[in-house]
């Protein structure tokens, strides 16, 4: 789950309709779902972190601190669920890539070592959103799976950046090739897993880290080695944040 940067908001005083929110956030973090990290041309909302649905948020309906991107998917799965900030790791607080894990069978795991309280809240930060699901086995009359939920996504998205990486390994010194690589990462989305198969090639994170607004500014990954920053800087102070 890519760490994000969010800002302060662009206007004095709460949003009186959060959906003119969007724009800012998507200027801000990139039109990506904040939790599965897809790339969204429609249809992606504004989120309520802790959601309007609830009596006890319901004052934080317009307020930019609680704003987040989301695809339907990640949206409905979490729905009115009341988000308690200290039971939950937030992509614009805390180090979330430090905390997830990502495979090419298209699986988001909790990293090991982790604390027994960051590992729960880690935990219910997957069931929240619904990136604990397993995979919808679908295939088309060729008997080819579709991918159409998140989990074939990933699956893809990996085999895309594996493909790319053969590209890069080709050529290591051709920066059109990286220079494509970076676009395609970018037009593509899942950060993480474009982070996760080039682990050993520091340029490359250093663009992909550059390449997806937001990221920068999180402060989560060292300038220099690209390293992840744990726990995250927290810049703008957010509420309980930099858990990890």
Known sequence: MRPIRRGTSPQSGDFGDYTAAKPFLISRLGGYCSYCERRITTQLAVEHIQPKGLAQY????GCWENFLLAC?????TKKDKD??????????RDNTFVAFGYSQDGKVLVQNGLSSNVHTAAMNT?????????????????????????????????????????DIDTDPTNQAVRNCATRTARKNGFFSIWMTVFAGDVDMKNRLVSAFQGTTGSGCFDPTTMNAISPAPNPDGLASGGKI
Do not use: F, H, Y
């Not at 319901?58 to 309906?61: E, N």
């Not at 990136?131 to 990996?158: F, P, T, Y």
């Open 58 to 61: 319901a004052q934080l309906s």
């Open 72 to 76: 339907v998917n990640c949206n409905s």
């Open 83 to 92: 988000v308690v900030l200290p039971d939950v790791l937030l992509p614009d």
């Open 126 to 166: 997957l069931s929240l959103v619904g990136l604990d699901k397993q995979i919808s086995q679908v295939q088309d009359e060729n008997g080819k799976m579709v991918a159409i939920d998140r989990v074939a996504q990933r699956m893809e998205a990996w085999l895309l950046a594996e493909e790319t990486k053969q």
